[in-house]
């Protein structure tokens, strides 16, 4: 009776386990390098004339061409950069070693959006916007994200609600936002992009402070420092180009980039992946009575 009592208790953890991927995430102390593609919608007709485009969020949205398509019937119209990211490796620095391997633990995606233009300049052939505000998700799911549905708003789809289908309904890790320090003096901008206007290459990048989600004590350090002295968690940095597929699909660029850090470790969660393989292993060993 009492195997059997353990049996099941094992079959339960591993129904509670059951969404893990079986190389379960593991994270360690130390500084950290999550490499990341991404797809942005973005507001880029700002034209090509010299000169200061605008300097407030709502002249920027009076002088930009046309939206970003993320923007067009989003709970907030006056967002210039939103999309969705997927963590391709998460690797310990000074180690070398591996955290998470996409496709092998899962696939940690993501949803970004709020992030709204409130002075852009033009010099030469070069765009520069400097942006406020910012939110993001990321979330544990079974498969990769689906780029084809594309940035516009529809029912259960708003980037800058952080809805996205397919990301926003897995397990969410670590959520928060966009915050200063990426300029010197500066204490408005959250995100700086610089980018060629008749090519749409260029780059960009900010901080992020986490707030939310199952993995923020372990990556709320307050480790990474901005330039005027701010205490953020996590620095990130993008470069980005046009995609002939993507933009057809409604994105602006295709991004590639990084995010860095510190963490402190979860030593639990080998302990839990190990209980799910014990109660996987039961319940393949148990015969019908």
């Known amino acids: 009776m009492f195997k059997k009592n353990l049996i099941a208790a094992m079959i339960g953890v591993t129904v509670a386990v059951a969404a893990v991927p079986a190389h379960a995430f593991t994270i360690q102390a130390g500084d950290f390098k999550m490499i990341l593609d991404a797809l942005d919608s973005a507001t880029t007709a700002y034209g090509t004339t010299p000169g200061t485009v605008c300097a407030t969020a709502a002249a920027c949205d009076a002088a930009a061409a046309a939206p970003a398509p993320g923007s067009v019937g989003s709970v907030n119209t006056s967002a210039d950069t939103m999309g969705i990211f997927s963590i391709a490796s998460i690797t310990n620095i000074s180690t070398a070693a591996s955290w998470f391997t996409r496709g092998v633990d899962g696939y940690l995606t993501g949803v970004f959006g709020n992030l709204t233009d409130y002075n852009v300049t033009v010099a030469g052939s070069t765009t520069s916007a400097l942006a406020s505000g910012g939110t993001f998700a990321m979330f544990l799911n079974t498969t990769q994200y689906d780029p084809t549905l594309g940035p516009l708003v529809a029912a259960g789809k708003d980037l800058n609600a952080l809805l996205y289908p397919g990301v926003s309904g897995g397990s969410l890790v670590l959520s928060g936002a966009f915050g200063s320090g990426i300029l010197f003096g500066d204490t408005t901008t959250t995100f700086s992009t610089t980018y060629n206007n008749l090519s749409i290459v260029g780059g960009s990048g900010g901080y992020l402070d986490v707030t939310g989600g199952a993995w923020q004590t372990n990556f709320d350090t307050n480790k990474e420092i901005g330039l005027n002295g701010e205490e953020r968690d996590l ?38 992946a190990g209980l799910g393989l014990i109660g996987l292993a039961a319940l393949r060993r148990r015969k019908p009575e």
Not at 246 to 269: K, R
């Open 235 to 272: 620095l990130t940095s993008f470069t980005f180009r046009p995609n002939a597929t993507t933009t057809a699909q409604g994105w602006t660029v295709l991004a590639s980039g990084d995010i860095t850090g510190n963490a402190i470790p979860e030593p639990g969660s080998m302990a839990l």
